[in-house]
């Protein structure tokens, strides 16, 4: 009976991402000290993984149903620029921006999954179009409305600055209370209601979904526009939280979110993931990606520690699910 509990827990998605992310802990605990521990060590990963966060689940939702959105590249400078356009340079009130940008999002989302369902041309084909047409459309305007690439937007309105551009306890930025708000929604779609189940049918086999009466096309640009609004929530809340926006920040999040959403063990073929296995992830990108500057180690291996530190997650992720799924196949023959 344990033994069967032990497999059940081994081909759970997030099983590897949870073992990643305790193994990355233990490692930037032993050689960061106490200072990785500090509140302000644990804010400088957690405001980190919020940020990604947010846009890594509806990134995990598309790949799960065997699809990708890269446009979140440009989305992401492109929303903090429209808030600040909008409420900052042309001093319209803040809901207006607020309202302005999200819908700008929601607007990228439909066209990218629209293209998508009714061409059949692949989504990382089209992403990219989308990402270098958006950026380029983003610093063309930027450039014929304020002359200038960055906006600084010094005064906002009190009840915006609060809840979307503001720090708690002056260390943890309030993107980490709708990072968490916004994954218990996603676990709540994703696990609970039965549009998850859809999700997963459409990643596994989209003809036998289809056939099955799942609404595929409008399920599949359902998730592209969610994936672009949130998106372009996290662009508006940077702006606010700075006060400010340019049109070059944002191109990080493309490999970020990919490589946070696979950490987490969904298959890049689909089918296959889960929520808190994304949320493992992305804390374990996180803390990777921190964790450095709190170590005596030189900074220009950075990059070396942070992909070798990658690579092993994914690699026990796989290790571990692979292991599952061969004792399961050796129980299933052996029964038969």
């Known amino acids: 009976m344990g033994n069967l509990s032990l497999q059940s827990l081994m081909r759970r998605p997030e099983a590897g991402a949870f073992l990643g992310m305790v193994f990355v802990a233990i490692f930037f605990t032993i050689f960061g000290g106490i200072l990785f521990l500090s509140p302000q060590g644990v804010a400088s990963w957690l405001n980190v993984a919020a940020n990604l966060g947010i846009i890594a689940v509806p990134v995990g939702f598309l790949m799960i149903a065997g699809e990708l959105d890269i446009s979140i590249g440009a989305m992401v400078p492109a929303a903090s620029m429209t808030v600040a356009i909008v409420?900052?340079?042309y001093g319209l009130p803040m809901i207006v921006g607020i309202v302005v940008t999200l819908g700008f999002g929601l607007l990228v989302g439909l066209i990218n999954g629209i293209i998508v369902v009714r061409t059949n041309v692949p989504s990382l084909i089209v992403t990219m179009g989308t990402l270098f047409a958006i950026a380029g459309l983003v610093l063309f305007l930027s450039i014929i409305l304020t002359n200038?690439?960055?906006v600084s937007m010094p005064n906002i309105e009190p009840w915006a600055k609060a809840l979307f551009g503001s720090f708690i306890g002056g260390t943890y930025q309030v993107l980490v209370v709708w990072w968490l708000l916004f994954t218990a929604a996603f676990f709540y779609f994703l696990h609970i209601s039965p549009w998850g189940n859809w999700v997963y049918a459409l990643g596994g086999d989209k003809s036998s979904a289809r056939n099955a009466g799942i609404p595929t096309d409008r399920l599949t640009?359902?998730?592209?526009?969610l994936s672009s609004v949130s998106a372009a929530f996290v662009g508006m809340c940077q702006t606010l939280l700075f006060n400010s926006a340019q049109v070059s920040a944002g191109q990080s999040y493309?490999?970020?979110?990919?490589?946070s959403v696979v950490v987490g063990g969904v298959l890049l073929t689909g089918g296959f993931g889960s929520v808190v296995g994304i949320f493992f992830g992305t804390i374990t990108f996180a803390i990777v990606n921190q964790g450095i500057y709190f170590t005596d180690?030189?900074?220009?291996l950075s990059s070396l520690i942070i992909g070798v530190m990658?690579?092993?997650?994914?690699l026990m992720n796989n290790t571990f699910r692979k292991m599952a799924l061969s004792a399961?196949?050796?129980k299933k023959g052996a029964t038969a």
């Open 297 to 300: 180690f030189d900074r220009n």
């Open 310 to 314: 990658l690579l092993v997650a994914v």
């Open 148 to 150: 200038s690439t960055s």
């Open 87 to 89: 409420s900052g340079y």
């Open 328 to 330: 399961t196949t050796k």
């Open 221 to 225: 640009i359902g998730l592209f526009v």
């Open 254 to 259: 493309i490999f970020n979110t990919i490589i």
